[in-house]
């Protein structure tokens, strides 16, 4: 089945504690990103990979990291979590994205608790 | 920037009534647009999309035109169903296309 999977799907964490989200997708997608989903603000797009090693800031970075060594993955690491970063985080992934034409398939989205 | 209007929530319907959910858009090219759907505890996923102006993307009983004129694309559905109860986003990606820029979402609860 085709699918983006995330892990984990609810974490609790306190103030300052690293922390790493996994993501992903078997249908040999080249992009993926990561949104934060917030009420009354919508997604809002983290960073995002056009390819393996090829990643940028989306329009809310400040306070994560991502990387792509592997097509299929595609983490997110809050190094310091702070009580801001409180969101449900989805990440998706889409064949690409060149012409905007394509669709973007979510993961069940990952619950965050920063204390 | 890019940016997508849609109308504040909660919308509360019964059974077999019509819907509306208005959408408008600010882009600087010619974006292609999509309306994506969130059932309760899930991700998203597309529900319909429209890549060019006078398009109509259709599914599931849903509808939505591209409308250039009015920089919109509302969706509609003839008889919603409590099924249909779930948030609805708006969404638009420009043809150099590195991003979806995602409306607030609007939640739609269908009553029996």
């Known amino acids: 089945e085709a699918q983006v999977t995330q892990n984990p799907r609810y974490l609790i964490t306190v103030t300052g504690k690293k922390l790493t989200v996994t993501c992903s997708q078997n249908?040999?997608?080249?992009?993926m990103s990561w949104y934060r989903q917030d009420p009354g603000l919508g997604l809002r797009q983290i960073y995002y990979?056009?390819?393996?090693?090829?990643?940028d800031k989306g329009d809310v970075p400040e306070g994560y990291k991502v990387s792509r060594k592997e097509k299929r993955n595609f983490p997110l690491i809050l190094e310091s979590p702070s009580p801001n970063q409180t969101s449900l985080y989805f990440c998706?992934?889409?064949?690409?994205?060149?012409?905007?034409?394509?669709?973007?398939?979510f993961g069940p989205g990952t619950r965050l608790l920063v204390l | 920037g890019n940016s997508v209007t849609q109308m504040e929530g909660p919308v509360t319907l019964s059974e077999e009534a019509f819907l509306t959910i208005n959408c408008t858009y600010t882009?600087?090219?010619?974006?292609?647009l999509f309306w994506y759907v969130q059932y309760p505890g899930e991700g998203l996923q597309l529900l319909l999309k429209?890549?060019?102006?006078?398009d109509k993307g259709s599914n599931k009983g849903f509808e939505a035109t591209y409308r250039k004129e009015t920089t919109s694309f509302h969706l509609e559905k003839g008889s919603v169903q409590v099924s249909d109860s779930a948030v609805y986003f708006c969404?638009?990606?420009?043809?150099?296309?590195?991003?979806?820029?995602f409306g607030k979402g609007t939640s739609l609860l269908v009553t029996p």
């Open positions: 429209a890549t060019k102006a006078d």
């Open positions: 249908m040999n997608h080249e992009y």
């Open positions: 882009a600087t090219g010619y974006p292609s």
């Open positions: 998706a992934s889409s064949l690409s994205l060149v012409g905007g034409q394509e669709t973007q398939y």
């Open positions: 990979s056009m390819n393996v090693e090829v990643t």
């Open positions: 969404a638009l990606s420009e043809n150099s296309g590195y991003a979806l820029n």
